[in-house]
Nanobody, 125 residues
Framework: QVQLIESGGGLVQAGGSLRLSCVAS????????MAWFRQALGKEREFVAK????????SVKESIKDRFTISRDNGKNAVYLQMNGLKPDDTAIYYC??????????????????WGKGTPVTVSS
């Protein structure tokens, strides 16, 4: 059974930083692209960042790419999201996801093999 467990969320002041972690089990981790999504209250879940199975390729949402960085450690079955210069608009629940492919835009209904339960991030002004 695949499990993705996120951690590292919390309350932070605007301008601060957080590092989210996601540890995976029940899958051959390096064969999956990993991604982070977020969902703010009353909004649809949106893509944040993704990383290829071996970590060579990454992609971050254009509007936040100067502040957020995705990385992974296949030896630890973990993927990370470093978030700097946080803004109140970054407030959301952040979800870790495993995807069977890296390329292209994800269809959340068909391209995501597993989801974590999410970790909340709240940025105060």
């Amino acid at each position: 059974q695949v499990q993705l467990i996120e951690s590292g969320g919390g309350l932070v002041q605007a301008g601060g930083s957080l590092r989210l972690s996601c540890v995976a089990s029940g899958l051959t981790f390096s064969t999956y692209a990993m991604a982070w999504f977020r969902q703010a209250l009353g909004k649809e879940r949106e893509f944040v960042a993704k990383i290829s199975g071996h970590g060579i390729s990454t992609s971050v949402k254009e509007s936040i790419k100067d502040r957020f960085t995705i990385s992974r450690d296949n030896g630890k079955n973990a993927v990370y999201l470093q978030m700097n210069g946080l803004k109140p608009d970054d407030t959301a629940i952040y979800y870790c996801a495993a995807a069977s492919r890296y390329s292209g835009t994800y269809n959340l209904a068909t391209d995501i093999n597993a989801w974590g339960k999410g970790t909340p991030v709240t940025v105060s002004s």
